[in-house]
């Protein structure tokens, strides 16, 4: 298969992109986090849970924050797949690996299960946002669900 190379600029904006995205989630910013989406953006869980719209989004990290008591979240990105046009000229489908680590006050560090993702980005006013982005935990035997954009 051939793929038609992104340029240098659009791959660099889309890690400045989610750089700034997961510093929000880290920093447990839900609202700056939600921000980094459209008003109507959507997010279906590895488990099958689907959120809809930043209002959603907020409520669902709120009542999960406990779990991040007295640990540092770190979220880590990599083998990013860009491809861009698709539905129009500002959208952007992201396929990406992620790792998430957390460290306690003693400097333990655990890993997290590992997650394939795949993201739809648009530009809104000059800017980068997530409008949808589907997450899928990986399982032996099953090769990654975005392996292909």
């Not at 907020?58 to 083998?79: C, E, I, S, T």
């Not at 698709?86 to 959208?91: H, Q």
């Not at 790792?99 to 997290?112: A, C, R």
């Not at 394939?116 to 589907?134: F, K, Q, Y």
Request: no cysteine; aromatic share 8%.
């Amino acid at each position: 298969m051939v793929r038609q190379q992104v340029t240098g600029d659009l791959y660099a904006e889309v890690q400045s992109f989610y750089a700034w995205q997961m510093r929000r989630v880290d920093a447990l910013d839900v609202e700056g986090f939600a921000a980094t989406f459209t008003d109507d953006g959507v997010v279906v869980h590895a488990d099958g849970h689907r959120q809809a719209g930043r209002e959603e989004m907020v409520a669902g990290m709120r009542a999960r924050l406990p779990r991040y008591k007295d640990v540092a979240v770190r979220h880590w990105f990599g083998h990013l797949l860009i491809e861009a046009g698709g539905a129009g000229e500002d959208t952007v489908r992201v396929s990406y690996y992620t790792l998430v680590t957390q460290v306690d006050g003693e400097g333990k560090v655990s890993f997290q299960p590992t997650f394939t993702v795949e993201d739809v980005l648009v530009r809104v006013d000059g800017r980068l946002l997530t409008r949808s982005r589907v997450i899928h935990r990986d399982v032996p035997g099953r090769p990654g669900a975005a392996a292909v954009l």
